[in-house]
């Protein structure tokens, strides 16, 4: 006969039976918090994160077409006025942008220029850490943004709303909390729970919780409302499997990344940030044809994304940001690519029609060391997306006021 640690074990086994899921906590400690409101609440806001890891080039993502300086510090390199996609007199798009120079002509994208923070380093770790724990460089938290926001929101009654993050082998700093670390997912797969047993039997008395091999009063309450919980989160679940979409998603790792995105959304999962990265802009060398292919990635995927969520109804539901640790240095170096630099560009796609230019263009005359000044705090776009979208409040978050800006 079991004993009740060998039920509750096997019961939280048939949850983690699927391997490609990686947990800050078993399934029914994630999920089943996240689905045990009695809604899921389908008006709630939802951000979705992009990380463009490596260090995006700014410069050659948002062209300044008419500053002189650009061309003159990259004979090589630069995006030429004839081909970007200009947005007004000042700057442009990198061609592979079309999908963005749609969204910017239907007055849903807004752009961040001169984003950063103070003593940048052009380290990889280091800048990444500081983004994802909005802490100041001379301290080292070990919870990131998202999780404290998360471990916020845990404090609500009956507000049991959690994240994602898609595509990834485990949590990055950001999205670790002290209290809530939501999972890793890599694919559809990974939200199958087939293997509970007889889940159909019902959740008011299973088979494989009776008295006789659960005679421990709260471990049969834990076990039974974990079942509840569970087969909730099944059934809800299953609307994934139902998803159907017009939009011929691009068959790359964003695009897939962000067609999961969407069947979670549109299934009324309680999710409310996601968090997914595309790799790949460390462009030390012959930087144009790879920095190329990764902004068509990006583009063509986010169309499709938003096309698509736009089709289901939901487009007014969700904020799309882009981040990276830094940009690159105004000069291209001997390799046509760039190095390790300091402020760069930041994307919302917002649904409020108040995209548009914010922030002020750092001058590529006035360096600091060969590198762009920032101008506007990136813990200002997060005050932005939690004040202004997620409505949670950021000062606690963030460690003190950032003036938030108005795209959302």
Same mark, same amino acid.
């Given at each position: 006969?079991?004993?009740?640690?060998?039920?509750?074990?096997?019961?939280?086994?048939?949850?983690?039976?699927?391997?490609?899921?990686?947990?800050?906590?078993?399934?029914?400690?994630?999920?089943?918090?996240?689905?045990?409101?009695?809604?899921?609440?389908?008006?709630?806001?939802?951000?979705?994160?992009?990380?463009?890891?490596?260090?995006?080039?700014?410069?050659?993502?948002?062209?300044?077409?008419?500053?002189?300086?650009?061309?003159?510090?990259?004979?090589?390199?630069?995006?030429?006025?004839?081909?970007?996609?200009?947005?007004?007199?000042?700057?442009?798009?990198?061609?592979?942008?079309?999908?963005?120079?749609?969204?910017?002509?239907?007055?849903?994208?807004?752009?961040?220029?001169?984003?950063?923070?103070?003593?940048?380093?052009?380290?990889?770790?280091?800048?990444?850490?500081?983004?994802?724990?909005?802490?100041?460089? *001379?301290?080292? %938290?070990?919870?990131?943004?998202?999780?404290?926001?998360?471990?916020?929101?845990? /404090? @609500? $009654?009956? &507000?049991? =709303?959690?994240?994602?993050?898609?595509?990834? *082998?485990?949590? %990055?700093?950001?999205?670790?909390?002290?209290?809530?670390?939501?999972?890793?997912? /890599? @694919? $559809?797969? &990974?939200? =199958?729970?087939?293997?509970?047993?007889?889940?159909?039997?019902?959740?008011?008395?299973?088979?494989?919780?009776?008295?006789?091999?659960?005679?421990?009063?709260?471990?049969?309450?834990?076990?039974?409302?974990?079942?509840?919980?569970?087969?909730?989160?099944?059934?809800?679940?299953?609307?994934?499997?139902?998803?159907?979409?017009?939009?011929?998603?691009?068959?790359?790792?964003?695009?897939?990344?962000?067609?999961?995105?969407?069947?979670?959304?549109?299934?009324?999962?309680?999710?409310?940030?996601?968090?997914?990265?595309?790799?790949?802009?460390?462009?030390?060398?012959?930087?144009?044809?790879?920095?190329?292919?990764?902004?068509?990635?990006?583009?063509?995927?986010?169309?499709?994304?938003?096309?698509?969520?736009?089709?289901?109804?939901?487009?007014?539901?969700?904020?799309?940001?882009?981040?990276?640790?830094?940009?690159?240095?105004?000069?291209?170096?001997?390799?046509?690519?760039?190095?390790?630099?300091?402020?760069?560009?930041?994307?919302?796609?917002?649904?409020?029609?108040?995209?548009?230019?914010?922030?002020?263009?750092?001058?590529?005359?006035?360096?600091?060391?060969?590198?762009?000044?920032?101008?506007?705090?990136?813990?200002?776009?997060?005050?932005?997306?939690?004040?202004?979208?997620?409505?949670?409040?950021?000062?606690?978050?963030?460690?003190?006021?950032?003036?938030?800006?108005?795209?959302?």
């Amino acid at each position: 006969m079991p004993t009740i640690s060998q039920t509750r074990r096997q019961f939280l086994q048939a949850l983690g039976a699927t391997g490609a899921v990686s947990l800050g906590g078993t399934l029914p400690g994630l999920w089943s918090r996240c689905l045990a409101a009695e809604t899921t609440a389908p008006n709630d806001r939802i951000l979705v994160l992009i990380q463009l890891a490596g260090g995006n080039d700014g410069l050659n993502t948002v062209i300044p077409i008419s500053d002189d300086a650009y061309y003159k510090a990259r004979p090589g390199i630069a995006i030429g006025r004839g081909a970007a996609l200009e947005l007004n007199d000042r700057v442009g798009l990198h061609p592979s942008l079309g999908g963005f120079r749609k969204l910017w002509d239907a007055g849903r994208l807004a752009i961040v220029e001169g984003v950063g923070f103070p003593e940048p380093n052009r380290s990889h770790f280091r800048s990444m850490d500081i983004w994802h724990s909005a802490a100041p460089d *001379d301290q080292y %938290p070990e919870t990131g943004w998202i999780g404290r926001s998360l471990d916020q929101i845990s /404090q @609500r $009654l009956h &507000d049991a =709303r959690e994240a994602a993050c898609i595509g990834m *082998d485990k949590q %990055p700093l950001a999205c670790i909390g002290e209290k809530v670390t939501p999972p890793t997912i /890599q @694919r $559809l797969e &990974d939200f =199958r729970l087939n293997h509970l047993p007889n889940r159909n039997r019902g959740v008011d008395s299973p088979h494989w919780v009776t008295a006789s091999n659960a005679p421990a009063e709260g471990e049969l309450a834990f076990l039974r409302r974990s079942a509840v919980a569970t087969v909730t989160s099944a059934q809800r679940l299953e609307n994934l499997s139902d998803y159907r979409s017009e939009m011929n998603y691009p068959s790359t790792g964003l695009g897939r990344k962000l067609r999961l995105v969407a069947q979670m959304i549109a299934a009324e999962l309680p999710t409310r940030i996601f968090f997914v990265s595309l790799e790949g802009f460390d462009t030390h060398s012959q930087q144009q044809p790879g920095h190329a292919a990764l902004l068509t990635e990006l583009s063509n995927a986010m169309q499709a994304f938003v096309g698509d969520l736009d089709e289901q109804g939901l487009g007014e539901r969700v904020l799309v940001t882009t981040f990276s640790e830094f940009g690159r240095r105004v000069a291209e170096n001997g390799s046509l690519g760039t190095d390790h630099g300091a402020a760069s560009v930041l994307f919302a796609v917002t649904p409020t029609g108040k995209g548009g230019l914010y922030g002020k263009p750092p001058s590529l005359t006035d360096l600091d060391d060969g590198d762009p000044k920032f101008t506007t705090d990136f813990r200002r776009v997060y005050a932005t997306v939690l004040d202004r979208w997620l409505q949670i409040p950021s000062s606690p978050i963030l460690g003190a006021d950032y003036q938030p800006l108005s795209f959302a």
